[in-house]
């Protein structure tokens, strides 16, 4: 029970590509001002926020993580 609860708990680093950032930067003006501000600055946010936001965001969690099969 152990090892399963190991691989439900792990998750892949986080890995901003430029072809991702880009597309954030382009999708930001159709975003409310405050995503739009994440979307624009997400490469330079520190590695603790920029992990958080990202864990609490489905729509980027899996933009910047490789899947596991």
């Given at each position: 029970m152990h090892a399963l609860d190991r691989i439900l708990a792990y998750r892949t680093p986080l890995k901003l590509l430029p072809i991702v950032e880009e597309f954030l930067h382009d999708m930001?003006?159709?975003e409310s001002p405050e995503r739009a501000k994440q979307f624009r600055n997400i490469g330079r946010r520190s590695r603790t926020q920029f992990q958080?936001?990202?864990e609490q965001d489905e729509s980027l969690n899996?933009?910047?993580r490789n899947t596991v099969s």
């Open positions: 930001a003006p159709y958080e936001d990202v899996f933009l910047l």
